[in-house]
């Protein structure tokens, strides 16, 4: 299926939760924001919120610095 991630078509075995899509993307859950079809998540819902075909997904990673 095709989603849209980050402004680009990114095709993925799907339907999978927000978390198994991190996984896949081998992306730390504890250091990103993820907003889904305009909707940012909070983290506990990760692993039961579903992306499916032509959703829309933005991940931001946290970055620290001084």
Do not use: K, Y
């Not at 079809?37 to 919120?49: G, K, M, W």
């Not at 032509?54 to 610095?65: A, C, H, P, S, T």
């Amino acid at each position: 299926m095709t989603i849209t991630l980050n402004g680009d078509p990114f095709e993925v075995q799907g339907p999978l939760s927000i978390t198994q899509l991190l996984v896949e993307l081998e992306i730390d859950a504890r250091r990103v924001a993820v907003e889904h079809n305009l909707a940012v998540l909070r983290r506990t819902t990760f692993p039961d919120t579903m992306v499916r075909d032509g959703d829309r997904i933005e991940i931001v990673n946290f970055v620290g610095g001084g």
